[in-house]
Each structure stands twice: as C-alpha cells, then as structure tokens.
C-alpha cells in the first residue's frame, strides 16, 4: 500500500491563493468521497479541516475548500494568511486491510 | 466535551518492550473507532492500523502488520499500542485519534506519546 502523492512544498504571498493536490488510485482517492485534510503546525497535534472531499467541521474557516476529481484531490487556501503556514496532509478512506492512507504531506510556506 | 489524552514519554533501550495508551472521554468509547499514527523525526503521518473498542475489530496497514499491536480496554476506555521488541528506528511520536461517526476522518486527536529508542 503507497501513500498518497502530495507535493513537498507550496508558497504564496498572503492574500493568494493555493492548491495542494493529492493523487491516489482507484482503490482510494478515486473509489470513494472519502478524502479528508489535516493541518499540522509544528509541535502540534494534527488538525481535521476538510472531511468527505469537500465539507468544513465546524469552527473551520471557510478559506479552506476540498474537491475532487477522478483519483486527485484538492485542498485550496484562499486568501492566504501568515497563520496558515503549516504542514497539510490528505488522506483517504482504502479498500485495503488497513482501512486508511495517508499523503507524504505538503509543507506550505507563506511568503 | 470529546477528550483523547495519551500516556507520557517512552524512553526505552533496543529490545525492551513497551505500552503506550490512548483514553477517551465524553463520547461512548466503544462505538468510535480509535487508530494510531505515526510520526518519525522530520517526516509525515504513517497510518498503523485502527480498532473498534466496541467488538476489538482491529485493522493494520501492511507496513506495521507484526509489528505492533493494537488493543483496547473498553471497560476503561483505553486503547493501546505496544511493542515487544523495540528498534532505534521505532523512534517517533505516536497518535491516537478517533474516527469519527458518520464520515470517515479523524475528528479528534490525542496530544501524541514520543518514543525514544537508543542504546
């Protein structure tokens, strides 16, 4: 079992917007509407901001959207704050034994 | 209010084994699945595996199969990682967390237990 595709960094100047992708397969990404995005700021347990491809939890600022298509999925930042830099990893629900996989992980950088 | 509070820090030498644990609060511990991540120095979230308290349904991801196992206590809402053999390369921090009910992602997180392995 892989793990997800993320890319390793990302950047933008505050104000901008950015997107992270994550690319699996058919067995996870593309088989279900079971993506999920966490943001990690260092030192720091992860946090839920995107479950079910594209729905917020609550307290989630609507600056962060999920989308999907075919086995990519998407996480974009809209206007870009100093407060989101962090780590962002995707993850999936998987057809294999372990029930989930998670992305290497995207470091964002805002400039 | 929904809590996940893991036991402290491991320190321990190759070979030894070890138990960290993960207890849940506010929520019915038995119907929400609890997994385990990992994190080693400087790298991203590995999956390891996840149980269901409720029946002890336990899945591993096929890196950590053998290697660790997972349990959980339902009587005090407690789940565990443990080890019986460590190795330096074990080294890492270890979350818990709960899988949410009705959508699948980890909607609350435990603090995370740092293992450290060295001779």
């Known amino acids: 079992q892989s793990a997800l595709t993320q890319p390793a960094s990302v950047s933008g100047s505050p104000g901008q917007s950015i997107t992270i992708s994550c690319t699996g397969t058919?067995?996870?990404?593309?088989?279900?509407?079971?993506v999920s995005w966490y943001q990690r700021h260092p030192g720091k347990a992860p946090n839920l901001i995107i479950y079910?491809?594209?729905k917020r939890p609550s307290g989630v600022s609507i600056r962060f959207s999920g989308s999907k298509s075919g086995d990519t999925a998407s996480l974009t930042i809209s206007w870009l704050q100093a407060e989101d830099e962090a780590d962002y990893y995707c993850?999936?629900?998987?057809?294999?034994?372990?029930?989930?996989?998670f992305g290497g992980g995207t470091k964002l950088t805002v400039l | 209010e929904v809590q996940v509070v893991q036991s402290g820090v491991e320190v321990k030498k190759p070979g030894e084994s070890v138990k960290i644990s993960c207890k849940g609060s506010g929520y019915t511990f038995t119907s929400y699945w609890i997994g385990w991540v990992r994190q080693m120095p400087g790298k991203g979230l590995e999956w390891m595996g996840i149980?269901?308290?409720?029946?002890?349904?336990?899945r591993y991801s096929p890196s950590f199969q053998g290697q660790v196992t997972i349990s959980a206590d339902k009587s005090i809402s407690t789940a565990y990682l443990q080890w019986s053999s460590l190795k330096a390369s074990d080294t890492a921090i270890y979350h818990c967390?709960?899988?949410?009910?009705?959508?699948?992602?980890?909607?609350?997180w435990g603090q995370g237990t740092l293992v450290t392995v060295s001779s």
């Open positions: 993850s999936s629900y998987t057809t294999s034994s372990s029930f989930g996989v």
């Open positions: 967390a709960r899988w949410g009910d009705g959508y699948k992602a980890f909607d609350y």
């Open positions: 079910d491809v594209s």
């Open positions: 149980i269901y308290p409720g029946d002890s349904d336990t």
């Open positions: 058919s067995s996870d990404v593309g088989g279900y509407n079971y």
